[in-house]
């Protein structure tokens, strides 16, 4: 028996493919692609006539709490926000308790995941044992183990000798280095925008400084070795001008922005809502139209998440609460609305940002590819469907985001995981 999708507009950004297409899938593979497929008995069938046929999304930003934080999330309810979102990939940071730097935890969570089975869970490692910045991490161990990158994400490994060390290995692995870039020393005790805002909240700032300055440093350490770089929820006006101008230099560099920065500025946060604090915090108007710029002119050329649960009761303390908000069952509505349909960037390029562009980072070429040959990893979307968001109808552990009751365009209909529909829009 064939799962044939029928009628739909095929996105396949790596064969700059946008037409009405069926697509046969046989077991776990994509194995035809053309205009009219006909079924035969016992083929099954979706119809996705109106909607959007890309490959499935691929967040290059997660954290599934998973060891030693399960309250908030853990690997299977992580795995079905991912579903519902369209996420067939997702790329877990290390920064949980104990911290991933070991194959042992390696294979903990990627055994955990294929149990699972609702999306492709890769394990990222971390660069310096107990995220500490002090001793390398058992790198090899982990690359060994199958680590699709490594990161200290949560912080900046501010041993530069340490980290360009980090680098040369990673190049060695053909691994690239995800950044969290933050200055700890500039942070100084701050929990939102440096600004107007909070002063007028009475709250500490964190500066843009605090941000760029790591961008720049990181920047010139991947130039000196070598490395593949990727920049992680980029948040400031300058880190568009940082990142451009690496890029027309020919450094190996690319970054992401998270949907909360191209869509929230400080003067949506509502004082005393810790469900509006994230680190980096949401900016100016200024920084977002900057980020925006970016992402239609492909400067950035990854949408992430950072999706980053937290219990309901942590986030009560406001802006004494941890940083993060959850984001995997919200980002492609927010990205149809907020940058498709106000002509920022195309469908094709959506698609782009959200799977095929983080494969070709991650130099994954069987995922993000609607190609025949690659993974049956496919997200059908609807862009027709308005709804609004709603915490309550989240799948995931916590619920802890900004955008309860705001009005969305766009909407995950289906999600094919190698071969298999692990999420149906109807049926959940």
């Known amino acids: 028996m064939s799962l044939i999708i029928k009628n739909g507009r095929v996105l396949n950004p790596p064969t700059d493919t946008d037409e009405i297409l069926d697509i046969k899938i046989d077991g776990n593979i994509i194995s035809a692609v053309e205009a009219e497929i006909v079924p035969v008995s016992f083929d099954e069938v979706i119809d996705a006539a109106g909607c959007y046929v890309m490959p499935g999304f691929i967040d290059m930003h997660v954290h599934f709490r998973d060891p030693g934080q399960t309250a908030k999330e853990d690997i299977e309810t992580g795995s079905k926000a991912a579903a519902r979102g369209g996420v067939t990939t997702v790329l877990c940071m290390p920064n949980t308790k104990p911290v991933v730097d070991n194959p042992e935890l390696v294979n903990y969570v990627h055994d955990k995941g294929a149990q699972v089975g609702l999306t492709r869970v890769l394990q990222v490692g971390s660069v310096t044992k107990g995220m500490e910045g002090k001793e390398l991490s058992d790198l090899q161990g982990m690359f060994d183990a199958g680590i699709p990158a490594i990161s200290e994400d949560g912080k900046s490994v501010m041993d530069s000798g340490l980290y360009r060390e980090a680098m040369k290995i990673a190049v060695a692995a053909d691994v690239p280095v995800l950044a969290h870039c933050e200055d700890i020393n500039l ?191 496919i997200t059908i979307f609807d862009p027709r469907t308005e709804y609004e968001i709603h915490a309550a109808d989240f799948v995931g552990k916590s619920k802890n985001m900004p955008y309860e009751g705001r009005q969305v365009q766009g909407k995950v209909l289906k999600t094919i995981y190698g071969g298999n529909v692990v999420y149906d829009s109807e049926a959940n």
């Open 187 to 377: 942070v100084q005790g701050g929990v939102m925008n440096m600004g107007t805002k909070s002063d007028a909240m009475g709250e500490k700032g964190i500066s843009n400084a605090v941000e760029n300055i790591i961008e720049a440093r990181d920047i010139m350490l991947a130039e000196e070795t070598g490395a593949t770089l990727h920049l992680c929820h980029c948040s400031t006006k300058e880190s568009y001008q940082i990142l451009k101008e690496a890029k027309e230099a020919g450094i190996k560099v690319s970054g992401e922005v998270c949907p909360h920065h191209f869509t929230l500025t400080e003067d949506d946060i509502v004082p005393g809502d810790g469900n509006y604090k994230m680190n980096p915090p949401v900016r100016t108007f200024e920084d977002r139209e900057a980020l925006r710029r970016g992402l239609a002119e492909g400067v950035f050329e990854v949408i992430s998440t950072d999706h980053a649960p937290h219990t309901a009761e942590e986030k009560a303390k406001g802006f004494a609460s941890p940083f993060g908000i959850v984001g995997l069952e919200t980002s492609a509505s927010l990205a149809y609305t907020e940058l498709v349909l106000s002509g920022l960037i195309t469908p094709l390029t959506m698609a782009a940002y959200m799977s095929s562009n983080p494969a070709r980072i991650l130099g994954r070429e069987d995922i993000g590819d609607l190609s025949v040959g690659k993974a049956a990893d």
